[in-house]
């Protein structure tokens, strides 16, 4: 009996290890799908977040940082795009990333999303506006 005890322990500690392994598998660097930014994902109070960390044109022409210019909040448009966070507030729920925001700086807009693993490089974002999405494929940074 005391052997079985020891058994059932030892295999709850081993599934709970794993499930917590499997839900922190989108932590790390992402290349978003145009390759123009790294995005790094990372868990805050059981929340997951990103920000970018890398942008292939971080300058603007005269020199100066790329400012986030088209946020809609005017406080928030002195700053830089290097260092945003993006993504926002996602719960892992049946291998899915969900209740989550994406904040495209291209456009101000932010977005209802998802997110979920497509293989062992690939993190798919879909992106929600009412009933129009719009999925892209990140790729896991190097």
């Not at 290349?31 to 123009?36: A, F, K, M, P, V």
């Not at 790294?38 to 997951?48: A, R, S, V």
């Not at 795009?81 to 700086?105: A, C, Q, R, S």
């Amino acid at each position: 009996m005391k052997r079985i005890m020891v058994l059932i322990f030892t295999l709850s500690i081993a599934l709970s290890s794993k499930a917590q392994t499997w839900q922190d598998a989108c932590i790390g660097g992402w290349i978003n799908g145009d390759g123009d930014a790294k995005i790094e994902i990372y868990k805050k109070d059981n929340k997951y977040y990103g920000k970018i960390t890398w942008l292939r044109e971080p300058n603007e022409e005269d020199g100066k940082p790329k400012l986030d210019d088209e946020n809609p909040d005017e406080t928030k448009q002195s700053q830089p795009i290097m260092g945003l966070v993006i993504l926002k507030n996602f719960d892992f729920e049946d291998g899915f990333w969900k209740n989550g925001t994406i904040y495209d700086p291209k456009n101000g807009k932010t977005y209802k999303c998802e997110m979920w693993l497509d293989g062992k490089t690939g993190l798919k974002i879909r992106g929600y506006w009412g009933v129009v999405y719009r999925t892209e494929t990140w790729t896991k940074a190097k």
